[in-house]
């Protein structure tokens, strides 16, 4: 017989033990909301969850923000490693809720203690999921929930799965998400960014088992959701064919914020002399001997920017021979990623070696006022985003229209022509030597053609995000 000390113990454990279960499980969404707006109406309460830092998810922040204009109460969950959109910190109908990063204690590039560290962080981010969405915000009547992300990670790690799903893309996020909104009557959207299985199966390759095993997992996961926005119509044929999901699934666009707009000669030139970057190339600039392309990377394999330099060395070659009314360029790199510190050594090696002569590159890292107004300020953008999942599309193009600075973007899959228009609002490329031959094509001749390209680009740039969402997320949400 077992003591009565024993057994007293024995209930104490089982009792804290329930009780704690009882107090860490989600409150349901009851149909009611208990704050009331100006007019003593109840304002719906959302919850977005961004996988990964909230101040580079600008399409995740416009959905909020828009939310909030038509009156919803907005719970922004995610990493907040970066800047915030100013109309998100200023918005008392938005509250930002940052989860801890466990990079910052769990991250290692030790093999070793990976084998330790692995499992802790994606417990840890599991952990800190729940406990922002089931118990730090309220009940809310919609999460929408961004999809998908994938960080590649660098390294042959033995538990390689571990090892990809550190980053919070869909495993576990989507699941906790779902059992969230089971458990609290939340009605749940995905929005559709990418797949996440064509972001991995480009280190993998697309017959790996972790490959299989990921697109399973969405397919699986994604089939429950209330409905679905895709950037894409591309993307959304997908998922109704392929996926079969028989819910409403729904094309949103990205489109520019307003800060995204063209500037006239005057204001670029004023920008263009307080730039670090530009400032001591001003008059060559306001005299058209230099002009400036703008391009925005994450430095990583699909993105690259071997592509863009190589035509960049070639076009240089051309203009200090052949071709020797062809203006300099000055390029200007933004962003940040893994192999940025790579590319800047090669870059200095071949100016070293003079193949960059009619050509000098930069980089640099702007707030989102300086951007909007370097791209403003540029005469061509160039994309490098080669799409994993031939669906999807890149957000810098939007802003680039926004601004009214025509593209010239690698378009070889499925989805490109849904925003550029060939010889319209922007060129197409597949390779360094049609890139280089579209620069020397552009830059070359009177102009002309250049500024038919922009005139395309400032009219693709008139309609705006609040054109694109009102009518369809608006519409869904019952807030238009």
């Known amino acids: 017989m077992p003591s009565f000390e024993l057994l007293l113990t024995l209930s104490v ?78 918005n ?14 769990l991250g290692t590039s030790n093999r070793a203690l990976f084998l330790i560290y692995g499992p802790l962080k994606v417990l840890f981010q599991c952990w800190a999921l729940w406990v922002a969405l089931g118990n730090r915000t309220k009940p809310a009547k919609w999460m929408l929930v961004q999809k998908a992300t994938c960080v590649l990670s660098s390294g042959a790690f033995t538990f390689r799965l571990l090892r990809e799903l550190q980053n919070p893309p869909s495993i576990p996020t989507l699941a906790i998400a779902q059992a969230i909104c089971y458990i609290r009557n939340t009605r749940l959207i995905i929005d559709w960014h990418n797949f996440g299985y ?15 095993i990921s697109q399973w997992y969405e397919l699986e996961f994604s089939r429950s959701a209330t409905a679905h926005f895709t950037v894409t119509e591309a993307m959304a044929r997908v998922l109704k064919r392929d996926y079969e999901i028989a819910t409403p699934v729904l094309a949103l666009h990205d489109r520019p914020a ?30 058209g001997k230099l002009k400036l ?44 990623g893994p192999q940025k510190e790579q590319y800047i050594s090669e870059v200095a090696a071949l100016k070293a070696e003079g193949k ?49 600075l025509p593209v010239v973007g690698w378009g070889n899959y499925e989805s ?25 094509e552009l830059f070359g001749g009177d102009g002309k053609q250049l500024q038919r390209l922009k005139e395309g680009a400032i009219d693709e740039g008139r309609r705006r995000w609040d054109d694109e969402w009102d009518p369809i997320a608006g519409r869904l949400l019952g807030l238009c």
């Not at 922040?61 to 109460?73: D, E, N, P």
């Not at 064509?198 to 299989?212: C, D, E, M, N, T």
């Not at 061509?380 to 601004?403: N, W």
């Open 92 to 105: 008392p109908s938005i509250t930002v809720h940052a989860i801890s990063n466990s990079s910052v204690v």
């Open 13 to 90: 454990v089982f009792f804290t033990i329930t009780t704690l279960i009882l107090l860490l499980l989600p409150k349901a969404y009851g149909g009611k909301d208990d704050t009331h707006g100006k007019d003593g109406e109840a304002s719906p309460r959302f919850q977005i969850l961004v996988l990964g830092d909230i101040g580079r998810s600008p399409r995740m922040q416009y959905h909020a923000i828009s939310i909030a204009k038509h009156g919803g109460l907005v719970d922004l969950i995610g990493y907040q490693d970066s800047e915030l959109h100013p109309d998100i910190l200023s």
């Open 258 to 287: 307003s800060y995204f707009h063209p500037r006239d000669r005057s204001q670029r030139l004023a920008f263009l002399g307080k730039l670090p970057e530009t400032a001591s190339l001003i008059d060559e600039i306001h005299l």
């Open 198 to 212: 064509s972001i991995l199966a480009l280190k993998l390759g697309p017959a790996h088992p972790l490959v299989r």
């Open 416 to 440: 490109w022509p849904e925003l550029v228009k060939e010889g319209i609002n922007g060129r197409g490329f597949g390779t360094a030597d049609e890139l280089q031959a579209i620069l020397v």
């Open 293 to 336: 392309l703008v391009s925005s990377t994450s430095w990583t394999p699909d993105e690259d920017f071997s592509l863009l330099l190589d035509s960049l060395v070639g076009y240089s070659e051309l203009a200090t021979t052949s071709h020797p009314h062809l203006p300099e360029l000055i390029a200007i790199i933004t962003g940040k």
């Open 356 to 404: 960059l002569e009619m050509v000098t590159i930069k980089t640099a890292w702007l707030s989102s006022e300086d951007y909007a107004s370097l791209l403003a300020s540029a005469d061509l953008g160039v994309s490098l985003h080669m799409s994993s999942s031939g669906v999807d599309l890149p957000m810098k193009v939007v802003d680039m229209f926004g601004a009214g």
